[in-house]
């Protein structure tokens, strides 16, 4: 099965949620700003034009308008009044802070495509705004199932520079995929950093800092993380000991295992099993 990054290491991926409201502003209203994080506008009344990288889009209500950190851009409204709710917010991965650039392109996004998450964000919107009991948590929830379904969005056609046709992705990512393949394929056998540049075509070093650059973790690490995913999903499938998982991803003995797995899963793999 092929998985993505955020399939592989969305336990480890972090949203802070740093500020969201509401606005509405009256016919002529303008405004030229650059976010420093990531903002999500959610058309509630009337429409919005915006203009960012030269291009210009109109935003009408139940639209989705995705903003990345540091890009310039103008929005208004010209015949009549407009409103929008809008989430500004942090989303890494290990250290790559930027890591939604790589799946989510700064714009419109319609209606259509997100229309149920859209509507369960504004009745969670609307608790918080009344003071409802844990609100601000089902706030949180629903954001997160809005950005889980941005991620399943491809990148569109037009965005050529960072896209890769066949495959989907950006073309960072995509020059990443034989090193990431071949992870997958043999995650239970020894993986050397040089290997892996050798499959991307680059040098050891300038592979070692392409990928932690773009993966947010160094090869090792990352590699390390999927056998723990890997590890866990044996164990609730059930029908393998310990000794056994061990062996299979790799590890020379079970203690070297269980030791590791619990330090990322807090739980030896033993008491993990049984809870399961």
Same mark, same amino acid.
């Given at each position: 099965?092929?998985? #993505?990054?955020?399939?592989?290491?969305?336990?480890?991926?972090?949203?802070?949620? !740093? $500020?969201?409201?509401?606005? #509405?502003?009256?016919?002529?209203?303008?405004?030229?700003?650059?976010? =420093?994080?990531?903002?999500?506008?959610?058309?509630?009344?009337?429409?919005?034009?915006? $203009?960012?990288?030269?291009?210009?889009?109109?935003?009408?209500?139940?639209?989705?308008?995705?903003?990345?950190?540091?890009?310039? %851009?103008?929005?208004?409204?010209?015949?009549?009044?407009?409103?929008?709710?809008? +989430?500004?917010?942090?989303?890494?991965?290990?250290?790559? %802070? $930027?890591?939604?650039?790589?799946?989510?392109?700064?714009?419109?996004?319609?209606?259509?495509?997100?229309?149920?998450?859209?509507?369960?964000?504004?009745?969670?919107?609307?608790?918080?705004?009344? #003071?409802?009991?844990?609100?601000?948590?089902?706030?949180?929830?629903?954001?997160?199932?809005?950005?889980?379904?941005?991620?399943?969005? =491809?990148?569109?056609?037009?965005?050529?520079?960072?896209? !890769?046709?066949?495959?989907?992705?950006?073309?960072?990512?995509?020059?990443?995929?034989?090193?990431?393949?071949? +992870?997958?394929?043999?995650?239970?056998? =020894?993986?050397?950093?040089?290997?892996?540049?050798?499959?991307?075509?680059?040098?050891?070093?300038?592979?070692?800092?392409?990928?932690?650059? $773009? +993966?947010?973790?160094?090869?090792?690490?990352?590699?390390?993380?999927?056998?723990? !995913?890997?590890?866990?999903?044996?164990?609730?499938?059930?029908?393998?000991?310990?000794?056994? +998982?061990?062996?299979?991803?790799?590890? =020379?003995?079970?203690?070297?295992?269980?030791?590791?797995?619990?330090?990322?899963? !807090?739980?030896?793999? #033993?008491?993990?099993?049984?809870?399961?």
């Amino acid at each position: 099965m092929k998985r #993505s990054i955020l399939d592989e290491l969305g336990d480890y991926a972090e949203l802070k949620l !740093n $500020n969201y409201g509401y606005a #509405s502003h009256e016919a002529s209203w303008m405004e030229r700003k650059r976010h =420093p994080d990531y903002d999500v506008w959610m058309i509630t009344d009337g429409e919005v034009i915006l $203009n960012f990288a030269g291009s210009e889009a109109v935003a009408r209500e139940g639209d989705l308008v995705f903003f990345h950190p540091g890009i310039a %851009y103008s929005a208004r409204c010209e015949q009549s009044s407009c409103s929008h709710l809008f +989430i500004h917010f942090d989303f890494s991965l290990g250290e790559r %802070y $930027n890591i939604l650039h790589e799946y989510v392109s700064m714009g419109v996004i319609p209606k259509g495509l997100v229309q149920e998450e859209v509507g369960m964000l504004r009745q969670a919107f609307q608790a918080y705004r009344e #003071s409802r009991p844990m609100a601000s948590l089902l706030l949180r929830g629903y954001f997160l199932a809005l950005i889980a379904r941005l991620l399943a969005i =491809p990148l569109p056609d037009h965005d050529e520079e960072r896209r !890769n046709p066949e495959e989907g992705l950006s073309r960072a990512l995509s020059r990443l995929q034989p090193a990431l393949r071949y +992870i997958e394929e043999h995650v239970g056998k =020894p993986i050397s950093a040089d290997l892996l540049a050798e499959k991307t075509d680059m040098s050891p070093k300038y592979f070692y800092t392409f990928f932690k650059a $773009n +993966i947010g973790f160094t090869p090792q690490h990352y590699i390390t993380r999927i056998r723990m !995913n890997r590890a866990r999903e044996l164990l609730l499938e059930g029908g393998a000991s310990v000794k056994e +998982i061990a062996y299979k991803l790799g590890y =020379p003995d079970p203690y070297t295992f269980s030791k590791q797995f619990k330090r990322f899963h !807090n739980v030896s793999p #033993s008491r993990f099993s049984e809870h399961t």
